[in-house]
C-alpha cells in the first residue's frame, strides 16, 4: 500500500539546493534547542524530584549573566537565519536576462499556458532544463499560487496584476504542480504537471501538437479588432500616445509625475485608462474591462513590447526594467 | 451546613445569567467555549477523517471546505482568543490582586452576552450551509467568488471582537487601579502580568478586524470597490489589514499560556520563578513587537522585497523575548522541588511543543526558506504547535490545576496523568508528520493529495483519534469530581499566592477583608519578610 513515500522532495532545479541548505541548518537548530530544553526538563525532574511532602526548592531569583547569554546567542543565531533567508530570497527573486518567458493564467480551476511561439498547455508546463525559465502570471478570477515543490519555488498570481516566478529546471522528469493559495471548490483539482525535458525534446515538443500564433502575432490581430489603431497610430502621436519604442521608457503624466511604461502600466491603461493619462493627451480612451481577457491582455502586452524591440526574437526579450512583482502596483484606486 | 460561597449564594437560572460575579462570568464563558471547542474539534475530526485517503471520497469538495474554514472560525474566534482569558483570567485576576471583583463587573456580563451573540452568528452561519473561504477570509475570493454564508460568519467575527475589546479594557483599568495594598507590580503574579500584555493587544488590535471583516461585507453587499481588482480595489491590501490582527492574535492565544506556565512550574517546583523581570518583560515584549511583524504572511504575494526584510528581521526578534521565557522556565525548576503532578504534567508538555513550534517559526521567517514552505502542511503543524501544543496545553494545565479552586472539588489524579499523557502522545502523533508532508509539498487545505502523501496523513489521522480520546476524559472526571470529588482544602497543592489563601471556592467577595501584601508571590523559601496578613 505505502510503497512509494518519500520523505524528501527531489531537488530538480538550480535553486533546491540553496533552499535545503537554510532548511538542514534550520533542521539543525531545532534539533539542538529541542533536545537541549527537553534534556534538561526530564534531568531536573528527575534529579530533583520532590522527596518528601512539605520539601521545597531552592530560593534562586535569577542571574543577569545568564540572561544575557540566552538574549544574545539566539540574537545571533535568528540573525544568521534571517541574513541568509534574505539572501537566498534575493536569488531567487530576480530572473536573469535572457530568461525564456511563459505566459500563465490561473483560473477557477485550471492553469493556462501559452509559450511564446503559441503553443498552448492546460494544467501542464513544458520546460527545457538548463535554461533559466519566467513565467508571467496572472489571474482572471480569484487568487492562485503557482507552487513547484521540486523545484522549491511559488509565487502568488492576483487578479489585477502580474507576478514574476522563474527557475531553471536541472533535472528532466515530470514534477507536481499545485495551487497553493485557496481558490474555492475545487482548489486541490487545480494541479498539474511540470515536464523538464532536454533542450533537443523541448524543442521537439514546441514544433509538434498545433501550435496557435504566437502571442505578439494575436496581441497584433486584437489590436485591430478592437480598434486600437484608430487613435494609436505607429508612425505619429495620434489621439493616443504612439507606442513605438514606448516600451520600457519613463512617461510623464498628467498631473505630474512619471511611470515607466511596463506590463503592469499597460495592463491598467487597457482596463482602467482613466488612472494614470499621459501628459499631453485627453483622458479619451475608454475602459476594456470585460472586453479582453486575462490571456488576451498579456496578448496586447506582448504584441506593445514588440514594437519596441523589433529583430529580436520572441522568447527572449531582454528583462524589463521593472517588473511588477511589487514595487509598481497596477491598481490604483479612482474617484 | 456548607459555608456561603460563590456557588451557593444564589440559585437558579437567573442567579447566574444575571449575575455580576467575575468567578460565576467565569464559569458562563467555561461552559461556553467547552461547547465552542468540542464543536471545532468535530470539524476537525471531519478533516482528518476525509484526509485518511488521497482520494476524495467522504466529503464533497464543498463540505470539506466548509469543515476547514468552520473549524478555523471557531477555534481561532471563539475557543483560543477568549479561553485562558475569559475562563482563568476572569476568575483569578480579581482573587490574585486582592480584589473583589473586576473594575467594571457589568461591563463583564455583557462582554459574555457579545460572545454569545457573535457565537449564535457563526452558528447560524454553520447550521444554513457553512463558509467555504476559510478562516482568514481572503479576498477577492471571500468578496466576489465564494456562494456561502460568508456574512453572517463574518458579523459573528465582528460582534465577537468587542467581548475581547471590552474583556481587555477591564483587565487593564482592573490590574491599574484594584491592586490590594502593597502589591507593588513587581510582586504581581507573572499571569497577572501575561494578561497586561494580552490585553493591550486585544485593546489594539481587535479594532482592525473588526473594520477589515465590515470592509469585505460592504464589497460584497455593496459591491464596494476596495479588495476586488475587478472594482477597483486591492486584494492584497486585505492581506495586510488581516494579519495587521491575525498575526498579533497569536499572542493573544500564547502570552496567557504563558502565564499559566509561569505559575504552575513555580507552584510545582515549590520555587520562585528564575529571572522575574525577564519574564514580565518579555510579555510586554513580545505584545509590542508582535505588531510589526505581519508581513511575513505575505512573502510569495508580491510583497516588496525590502519590506519583507524588514518583517523578516522584525519576526526574528520577536522570538528572542519567547526563547528567554523558555530559559528561564527551565532554569525555575533547577534544584527545585518538583512534584509530577497533572498541571505540571501540561506545563511540561507545554515546554516541549511550544519550542519546537517556535523554533519552526524561524524556518518561516527566512524569507527564502518560506518560498518553499508557504501554504504547505509546514505552516499547519507550526502554528498548530503553538495554538494546541501551546495555548491548549496551558489552558488545559490551567484548568487542572486550578479546578480545585474553582470548583472545591478534587478530581481523579491519574485518570488527569492519563489524558496529559494521551494528549501529549496525540498531538504529536498527529502534527510531526505534518513538517514532512509539508516540506515534501503537500498544500494546505486540499480535499485530495496525490497517493504518495498518504502514510503521513494516516498518521495524523490516528494521532487526531488519540488526541480527541485525550480531550474528552477530561469532559468525564472534571464532571464527575463535581459530583463526587473530595472536597479540596483552600491549598491543595501546597501552592503560595493570594487565590490559595481565600477558600475552595471562594466567597463571592473574595476577600473577608482586603489583604496587605508585602512580597511577591511564590515565595516558598524562609524569607525575613512576613507573609501576608
Known sequence: MFTNFPFFPQQASAQAGQVDAIYFFMVAVTAFFSILIAGLVVYFAFKYRRRHRDEIGHAIHGSLALELLWTVIPFFITMVMFVWGAKVFFDMYRPPAGAMEIHVVGKQWMWKVQHMDGRREINELHVPVGRPVKLIMGSEDVLHSYYIPDFRVKADVIPGRYNVLWFTATRPGNYHLFCAEYCGTKHSGMIGTVTAMEPADFQAWLSGGRADESPVAAGEKLFADLTCNTCHLTDTQGRGPMLTNLFGKQVELQGGGTVTVDEAYIRESIVLPQAKVVAGFQPLMPTFQGLVTEEQLLQLIAYVRSLSQQGEAPGAAPQSPTMPQSSSRPVVEKK | ?533
Open chain 2, 1 to 533: 451546613m456548607d459555608t456561603l460561597n460563590y456557588i451557593n449564594n444564589g440559585h437558579g437560572l437567573a442567579s447566574w445569567l444575571l449575575t455580576k460575579d467575575h468567578k460565576r462570568i467565569a464559569l458562563l464563558y467555561l461552559v461556553s467555549i467547552t461547547f465552542f471547542f468540542f464543536l471545532g474539534g468535530l470539524f476537525a475530526f471531519m478533516i482528518r477523517l476525509e484526509l485518511l485517503t488521497p482520494a476524495g471520497d467522504v466529503l464533497t469538495a464543498e463540505n470539506y471546505n466548509k469543515m476547514f474554514t468552520m473549524h478555523g472560525v471557531v477555534m481561532v474566534f471563539f475557543f483560543l482568543i477568549p479561553s485562558i482569558p475569559a475562563v482563568l483570567g476572569n476568575f483569578l485576576i480579581p482573587i490574585m490582586i486582592g480584589a473583589k471583583d473586576l473594575a467594571f463587573p457589568r461591563l463583564n456580563l455583557i462582554s459574555w452576552y457579545i460572545y454569545v451573540l457573535g457565537g449564535i452568528f457563526t452558528l447560524v452561519a454553520a447550521l444554513s450551509g457553512g463558509v467555504d473561504t476559510g478562516w482568514t477570509f481572503y479576498t477577492p475570493y471571500s468578496t466576489a467568488a465564494a456562494n456561502s454564508h460568508v456574512i453572517t460568519a463574518a458579523l459573528g467575527v465582528f460582534i465577537t471582537g468587542f467581548s475581547s475589546i471590552l474583556t481587555g479594557l477591564n483587565f487593564i483599568v482592573t490590574i491599574h487601579r484594584m491592586r490590594a495594598p502593597g502589591l507593588t507590580w513587581f510582586r504581581l503574579p507573572l499571569f497577572v502580568w501575561a494578561h497586561y500584555a494580552t490585553s493591550l493587544v486585544m485593546i489594539l488590535g481587535t479594532p482592525v478586524i473588526a473594520i477589515t471583516v465590515l470592509l469585505v461585507a460592504a464589497e460584497r453587499v455593496l459591491h464596494m470597490g476596495i479588495f476586488d481588482p475587478a472594482l477597483g480595489g486591492d486584494p492584497v491590501l486585505f492581506q495586510h489589514l488581516f494579519w495587521f490582527y491575525s498575526h498579533p492574535a497569536v499572542y493573544i492565544m500564547i502570552l496567557p499560556a504563558m502565564g499559566v506556565i509561569s505559575e504552575i512550574v513555580q507552584a510545582f517546583a515549590r520555587k520562585n520563578v528564575f529571572g522575574y523581570s525577564f519574564i514580565a518583560f518579555s510579555s510586554l515584549a513580545i505584545a509590542i513587537i508582535g505588531f510589526l511583524v505581519w508581513g511575513h504572511h505575505i512573502f510569495v504575494a508580491g510583497q516588496s522585497v525590502y519590506a519583507g526584510m524588514l518583517f523578516s528581521i522584525i519576526s526574528y526578534i520577536v522570538a528572542v523575548p519567547s526563547a528567554i521565557k523558555v530559559f528561564n522556565w527551565t532554569a525555575t525548576i533547577y534544584r527545585g522541588s518538583i512534584s509530577l503532578d497533572s498541571p505540571m504534567l501540561y506545563a511540561f508538555g507545554f515546554l516541549g511543543l511550544f519550542t519546537i513550534g517556535g523554533l519552526t517559526g524561524l524556518f518561516l521567517a527566512a524569507m527564502g526558506l518560506d518560498i518553499h514552505m508557504h501554504d504547505t502542511y509546514f505552516v499547519v503543524a507550526h502554528f498548530h504547535y503553538i495554538m494546541v501544543g501551546g495555548a491548549i496545553m496551558g489552558y488545559l494545565g490551567g484548568l487542572h490545576y486550578w479546578w480545585p479552586k474553582i470548583t472545591g472539588k478534587l478530581y481523579s489524579e491519574p485518570a488527569a496523568k492519563l489524558a496529559a499523557g494521551l494528549v501529549f502522545i496525540g498531538f504529536n502523533l498527529t502534527f510531526f508528520p505534518q513538517f514532512l508532508v509539508g516540506y515534501l509539498g503537500m498544500p494546505r487545505r486540499y480535499h485530495m493529495y496525490p497517493p504518495e502523501f498518504q502514510v503521513f496523513n494516516v498518521m495524523s489521522t490516528l494521532g487526531a483519534t488519540i488526541l480527541s480520546v485525550g480531550y474528552l476524559l477530561p469532559m468525564f472526571y472534571f464532571v464527575h469530581s463535581i459530583f463526587r470529588g473530595k472536597p479540596s482544602p483552600a491549598d491543595p497543592w501546597g501552592a503560595k499566592g493570594l487565590e490559595w489563601e481565600v477558600p475552595s471556592p471562594p466567597p463571592t467577595e473574595n476577600f473577608a477583608v482586603t489583604p496587605i501584601v508585602t512580597h511577591g508571590t511564590h515565595q516558598y523559601a524562609p524569607s525575613k519578610e512576613v507573609g501576608v496578613v
